[in-house]
C-alpha cells in the first residue's frame, strides 16, 4: 500500500469487474473489441486477467455489449487454456453499451454485494499497483486509484482529471471530471466500487461512472490512492496502444519504474536509450548541436515523432492544430484576441508570409537592420517588387528607435516596419519595445522575427505593439525542423483583407481562411513535425516556462563565455544586449575556424560557422536545446584541449589540427 494513501486499505478483495461493453475508438480492427486488441503481444484482456489472477483475485465479471459473442467466447477460451490460474468468470450484458459506462456497472448489480476492484478492458496496470488495489478497503470506502506525476501521462487532454483535498489525515478525491479547469491529479481508472457507489449511480438519469464517483466525492466518501509512479496507461486510441507497447518494452511486464528510478533509470533515458539503438543500427553518428538551430531535443520531443499515419483532413489533425494555437498564445503572451497561424516551413517562410501579405501596393516596407537576417527581411521585400527602405547599422551595432520615429514621420507612405528581435548572426537584441511603440503613435504594422527568441528572451507582443510576431519551432522551443508560425494582432485583419495575395502559399489570408473554418492549414503540413512540437511546448509550459528557460539558458551562456574568454577568444559585441542563447566570438589568432569546427567536430560537437563579414574570423557557439551539463562540460574541455595543443605547436610546425589530434 503506497504510504500517501492516508486511509489504509483492509480486507482484501476477492472480487473483480472488468468493463468490456463499449465500443470507442477502434485502436486495432475496427470489428474487433478494443480489449481484444494485442499489447506487448497479448490480448489486453488476457493480460488482464492474468494480473488479477496473480493479484488473488479468481473470481471475477466481465460486462461485455459491443461484439459480446466473440468478447465471451475469448474470455472462455482463455479461461480453459489457463486451468492454473483458477479463473471463475460470470458474464453480465450491458444492452446499452452506446450509453454511458456507469450502465455497464449496474448490469453487474447483483455481482458488486461486495467491496469490488473495478477496472477497465482497455488499460494496461503496473501488476503491483492491482496487488495493492486489492488489498483491501474499509469498510464501505469507495477508493479511486489516481496519478499526481500529471506531466508523465500521455494523453493530458483525453485524461479524467481529479482535486484532491485532505480530511482527518486522509487524502480525498474532491472532485473528478475530463474538464476541471484546474486539478492536482488525473485518474488511473482503478476502482474499489461498493454498494455506495452503485446507489450513487441509481441517482443519475445517464449513469456515468465518472459522475457517480463525483457525486460520491461531494459526500465525503471517496478515499485517493496514489500510485506513486507506478505505471499505467488507457488504451483507448490508437496512439495510446502504441504507447503502451513502449512501456512493456522498456519496463517489461512488471512495468515497475520505481525500481528503475532507485537504479537511475528514467522513461526519458529509456527511451533516449531505445533511440539511440535504433540509430545505431543506421551507423549514423551523433553529434551534440551547439548550433543556432536546429537544436537537441528531448525523448519526449523524439518519441512524438513516432504515431500512426495521420490523414491532415481529419478532425483528429484539427484537434492538434487548435491545441497548438491555444498553448502557443502564451508563450507569445498574445492577448485571447491574437490569432496563431502554423505553417510547414522554416522561419523564412514566415518571414515571407508575413511581409508579402502586409504590404500594400504603391506603399513602402521600412526594414531595420543589423545583421544577415534584416537583410534577408530586405531581399524578401524586393523579390516582391516592394519599395523597401532600408535602415542600415553596422553588424551588431544597436538600431535607435528615435531614428525609425524620424522615418515615419517623414513618410506617411511606410505602412510596415519589420525587424528581428534576436539577429542570430551577431547574438544580439534588438530594441524592439521603442520601436514597437513609435509604431504604434505613427500606426503603422510592426513585424517582428522572434525566431531565435521566443522562449528565451523577455518580449511580448501587447507590451511591445507588435502586429505580427513569428518563430520557428526548431530553435528555443527544442522541437524539430519544418514548423513556424505566427501571432497576428486583431490590427492586422482589416488592413490586407482587399490586399491581392502575392503568394499562392504564403497567403496570410488564406492560412487564417483554413483556420477559422476548420482548424486546418490550407496545405499538407509536416504532421510529424506538429506532433513534436506540441510536446515540446508542453515541456516548456510544465518546465516552468519562460522564466526557467531564460535562468538555464543565461547560466549556460555565461559559462561558454567565460571558459571562451580565459582561452583567448574575444566577443564580438559587448553592448549589455546580447542574448543569452548565443555567444559569437572570435577565434584566437593562432587558429583558423575551419579547423577548430573540424576538431570540434571529429569530438563529437557541432558549433556553428559565422555569416557575412563575420565569417573566417568567428564562430558562434549556441546554449540553446535540449542540453545537459555533461554536454556542456564535454565541449568545453575539447575546445580547451585544441587551444592547448595550438598554443604548444611551435611556428613552422605541422598545423594545430595535427598536433591536437596526436592529443586524442
Not at 217 to 231: M, P, Q, W
Not at 406 to 428: F, N, Q
Not at 597 to 618: H, P, T
Amino acid at each position: 500500500m503506497s504510504s500517501s494513501s492516508l486511509s489504509p486499505l483492509r480486507s482484501p478483495l476477492r472480487r473483480a469487474l472488468v468493463l468490456a461493453a463499449g465500443r470507442g475508438r477502434p485502436i486495432a480492427d475496427p470489428n474487433a473489441a478494443n480489449c481484444l486488441a494485442s499489447v506487448g503481444g497479448m490480448p489486453l484482456i488476457e493480460r488482464t486477467l492474468r494480473v488479477l489472477a496473480r493479484a488473488g483475485v479468481n473470481r471475477v465479471g466481465v460486462t461485455v455489449g459491443w461484439q459480446a459473442r466473440s468478447v465471451q467466447a475469448a474470455v472462455q477460451s482463455f479461461v480453459a487454456r489457463t486451468p492454473e490460474l483458477g479463473l471463475d468468470v460470470s458474464f453480465f450484458h450491458n444492452p446499452d453499451w452506446e450509453k454511458p459506462n456507469g450502465l455497464s456497472v449496474l448490469a453487474a448489480r447483483s455481482f458488486l454485494t461486495e467491496p469490488t476492484l473495478l477496472m477497465m478492458a482497455d488499460q494496461i496496470a503496473a501488476p503491483h499497483l492491482i496487488e495493492e488495489m486489492v488489498g483491501g478497503a474499509a469498510q464501505g470506502e469507495i477508493v479511486l486509484a489516481i496519478d499526481r506525476e500529471v506531466s508523465r501521462v500521455f494523453d493530458l487532454d483525453d485524461a479524467t482529471k481529479v482535486t484532491l483535498e485532505r480530511k482527518g489525515g486522509r487524502l480525498m478525491v474532491k472532485d473528478i471530471s475530463k474538464s476541471l479547469p484546474a486539478h492536482d491529479a488525473v485518474s488511473a481508472g482503478l476502482f474499489v466500487a461498493t454498494p455506495a457507489l452503485i446507489a450513487c449511480l441509481d441517482e443519475l438519469s445517464e449513469p456515468s461512472l465518472t459522475e457517480a464517483v463525483a457525486l460520491a466525492a461531494s459526500a465525503g466518501r471517496v478515499t485517493a490512492h496514489d500510485v506513486e509512479g507506478a505505471l499505467w496507461q488507457d488504451v483507448d486510441s490508437d496512439d495510446m496502444r502504441l504507447h503502451a507497447d513502449w512501456l512493456l518494452r522498456v519496463y517489461g511486464e512488471s512495468l515497475n519504474q520505481p525500481a528503475m528510478k532507485a537504479s537511475g533509470r528514467t522513461a526519458a533515458s529509456d527511451t533516449l536509450a531505445l533511440i539511440a539503438q535504433l540509430m545505431a543500427e543506421k551507423d549514423t553518428p551523433r553529434y551534440t548541436l551547439l548550433n543556432p538551430g536546429p537544436v537537441m531535443t528531448s525523448a519526449r520531443v523524439k518519441a512524438a515523432l513516432v504515431h500512426p499515419d495521420l490523414c491532415h483532413r481529419d478532425g483528429d489533425y484539427s484537434s492538434v492544430v487548435k491545441r497548438l494555437r491555444e498553448k502557443l498564445r502564451p508563450v507569445f503572451r498574445g492577448s485571447p484576441r491574437h490569432e496563431v497561424i502554423l505553417l510547414t516551413g522554416s522561419g523564412t517562410a514566415a518571414m515571407e508570409l508575413a511581409i508579402s501579405s502586409t504590404v500594400p501596393a504603391g506603399k513602402k516596407l521600412l526594414v531595420v537592420s543589423n545583421g544577415a537576417f534584416g537583410e534577408r527581411m530586405i531581399e524578401v521585400g524586393a523579390v516582391h517588387g516592394m519599395s523597401v527602405e532600408a535602415l542600415r547599422c553596422p553588424w551588431g551595432e544597436l538600431p535607435a528607435a528615435e531614428e525609425v520615429e524620424a522615418r515615419l514621420a517623414a513618410d506617411p507612405d511606410i505602412a510596415v516596419v519589420a525587424m528581428v528581435h534576436h539577429e542570430t548572426s551577431v547574438g544580439v537584441l534588438n530594441p524592439v519595445t521603442a520601436v514597437g511603440e513609435a509604431c504604434a503613435r505613427h500606426d503603422r504594422l510592426f513585424i517582428v522575427d522572434m525566431v531565435s527568441s521566443l522562449g528565451a528572451e523577455d518580449i511580448d507582443v501587447v507590451r511591445d505593439h507588435i502586429d505580427i510576431a513569428y518563430a520557428s519551432a526548431n530553435k528555443c522551443l527544442h522541437s524539430v525542423a519544418g514548423v513556424a508560425f505566427a501571432c497576428i494582432s486583431p490590427r492586422v485583419w482589416p488592413r490586407i483583407e482587399q490586399l491581392p495575395p502575392r503568394s499562392f502559399y504564403l497567403s496570410l489570408a488564406r492560412y487564417e481562411h483554413y483556420l477559422q473554418q476548420l482548424n486546418q492549414t490550407p496545405f499538407t503540413p509536416a504532421v510529424s513535425a506538429f506532433l513534436a512540437l506540441e510536446a515540446a511546448v508542453d515541456e516548456f509550459t510544465e518546465r516552468g516556462g519562460l522564466e526557467a528557460r531564460r535562468n538555464a539558458y543565461r547560466l549556460r551562456n555565461l559559462r561558454v563565455r567565460q571558459v571562451l574568454t580565459q582561452l583567448g577568444f574575444h566577443s564580438f559585441t559587448n553592448t549589455g544586449h546580447e542574448s543569452v542563447s548565443i555567444c559569437t566570438m572570435r577565434v584566437p589568432d593562432f587558429l583558423r575556424v575551419d579547423e577548430v569546427y573540424d576538431l570540434l567536430k571529429e569530438r563529437g560537437f557541432i558549433a556553428y560557422k559565422c555569416k557575412g563579414s563575420l565569417a573566417g574570423s568567428y564562430m558562434q557557439v549556441a546554449n540553446m536545446g535540449e542540453l545537459t551539463d555533461a554536454d556542456l562540460d564535454g565541449f568545453l574541455a575539447a575546445v580547451t584541449e585544441i587551444v592547448k595543443a595550438a598554443r604548444a605547436t611551435p611556428q613552422g610546425a605541422p598545423s594545430p589540427r595535427r598536433a591536437a589530434l596526436k592529443l586524442v
